[in-house]
């Protein structure tokens, strides 16, 4: 090899590094509404104690990483802002566009998010449950063009897992709500899926519907049930990212 051929040498090392790292470490854009649990649910799947994580510098999108495993393979996860607000678009197309991440956790509460005082206010949010749904279906219809934008244009799959949190909150009735947010259930949500699926293709896009909790309502779910969801959903995703 030559001087000449040094340059395109240090390239092609760099680029087989830098694949390896995204395969071992593939990035996860976690998104859905404010009160969702977004934060908490990574804070889990990332085995913290308590909040926490770093801000990317000149980014609303805040970054987490798992730990890593036996193995040296985790997930980057890349949690964008619930607000309906300028740093919540500009996060949405950085994830999807600018810096595109290899699959999606889209976070979803069946009505049940943490409601938010206004400015100036003092004493608990109240909120209708089915008001909060209506606004979990706008948040998602903004987030859905994004992803589907994303997925035509990768040379290969995106995956996408919708998960459904607070189970603690609905325990007797996981399955069904979980349906209802599944492709083919014919209700609002579900039929939004149908049109990314549509709009993606079936082969460009995977679609997942897992259930998770973070809080104990009570007796409701036990800690050995919330952490069965929580390994559930770590199992489907390294499945997903071809780590197992």
Avoid at 67 to 77: A, I, Q, T, Y
Wanted: proline share 5%.
């Amino acid at each position: 090899m030559g001087v000449r051929d040094v340059p395109s040498a240090i390239g092609r090392g760099r680029d087989r590094i830098t694949g390896t790292f995204q395969r071992r470490y593939p990035t996860v854009a976690v998104t859905g509404m404010t009160g969702v649990g977004k934060t908490e649910l990574v804070d889990h799947l990332c085995g913290r104690a308590a909040p926490g994580g770093t801000s990317e510098s000149g980014s609303a999108v805040m970054e987490r990483r798992v730990r890593r495993d036996r193995r040296l393979r985790g997930f980057r996860f890349r949690v964008v802002p619930g607000e309906n607000a300028a740093t919540r678009l500009g996060a949405l197309d950085e994830v999807f566009h600018d810096d595109p991440v290899d699959g999606v956790l889209h976070v979803v509460a069946d009505g049940l998010a943490t409601g938010r005082r206004l400015a100036g206010t003092t004493g608990p949010a109240l909120v209708e449950r089915e008001e909060q749904r209506a606004r979990e279906l706008e948040d998602w219809t903004v987030t859905a063009h994004r992803i589907a934008s994303m997925a035509v244009r990768r040379p290969h799959p995106t995956w996408l897992v919708v998960v459904v949190t607070k189970v603690d909150l609905f325990a007797d009735d996981v399955d069904e709500v979980v349906r209802s947010y599944s492709p083919g259930s014919g209700t609002p949500f579900g039929d939004r899926l149908d049109e990314l699926r549509a709009l993606a293709g079936a082969a460009k896009l995977s679609i997942d519907v897992l259930p998770a909790c973070s809080h104990l309502d009570g007796d409701a779910v036990s800690t050995a049930q919330r952490d069965a969801y929580l390994d559930a959903l770590e199992t489907r995703m390294a499945q997903l990212s071809g780590h197992v």
